[in-house]
């Protein structure tokens, strides 16, 4: 079955980076599209990138553009997300996600999660 | 950007009801709209794509319709399980935002 599970997550400062790690397993996928979205405490969900099946097209939140790059390594069937300059505002549960296609598209499968919380 | 406008916010009904959530896109996206549903502490999980077709798995109850710039989520029971948030996702173009929610609680 399809298994979605994301690392990386912790306490980082203001202004510095992190990475953001999703083994996916269950399914091809150099085949799908991949996303990254989040999920601010106590708030709605808010779409952040996507990557194309063949890391060809990448497409960003205006919130996160030019701050975080979205990637994937189809020989290690992995997802990344590269956050730097992070803010408060960047706080949340970050979900790796699964297209249901090749590029755009719904979401089909999700990640349990994993929190990142930027504070001094 | 598409803005994606859910109504109500909260909605309030009982176990056997009919009720509708509605999305509205801020520019026709055609049918490039999903919905989900999210339970406390839980990813979301998808129920309906490309407007009105079922994800596999979902109960019949979850129907949804719609085109353009206006649409509806409907459940046609209510079963204590749904009571959870939905949201509404437009993938017609970049950036792919999401509605901001309605909340599904119990009467």
């Known amino acids: 079955q399809v298994q979605l599970v994301e690392s990386g997550g912790g306490v980082v400062q203001p202004g510095r980076s992190l990475r953001l790690s999703c083994a996916a397993s269950?399914?091809?996928?150099?085949?799908?599209?991949m996303h990254w979205v989040r999920q601010g405490p106590g708030k709605g969900l808010e779409w952040v990138a996507l990557i194309s099946y063949d890391g060809s097209n990448e497409h960003y939140a205006d919130s996160v553009k030019g701050r975080f790059t979205i990637s994937r390594d189809n020989s290690k069937n992995t997802l990344y997300l590269q956050m730097s300059s992070l803010r408060a505002e960047d706080t949340a549960v970050y979900y790796c996600?699964?297209?249901?296609?090749?590029?755009?598209?719904?979401?089909?499968?999700w990640g349990q999660g994993t929190l990142v919380t930027v504070s001094s | 950007d598409i803005q994606m406008t859910q109504s109500p916010p909260t909605l309030s009904a009982s176990v056997g009801d009919r009720v509708t959530i509605t999305c509205r896109a801020s520019q026709s996206i055609s049918i490039w709209l999903a919905w989900y549903q999210q339970k406390p502490g839980k990813a979301p999980k998808l129920l309906i794509y490309k407007a009105s077709s079922l994800e596999s798995g979902v109960p019949s109850r979850f129907s949804g319709s719609g085109s353009g710039t206006e649409f509806t989520l409907t459940i046609s029971s209510l079963q204590p399980d749904d009571f959870a948030t939905y949201y509404c996702?437009?993938?017609?173009?970049?950036?792919?935002?999401f509605g901001q929610g309605t909340k599904l609680e119990i009467k």
């Open positions: 996702q437009q993938y017609n173009s970049d950036p792919y935002t």
């Open positions: 269950g399914f091809t996928f150099s085949s799908y599209g």
């Open positions: 996600a699964k297209g249901r296609g090749s590029g755009a598209g719904a979401v089909d499968y």
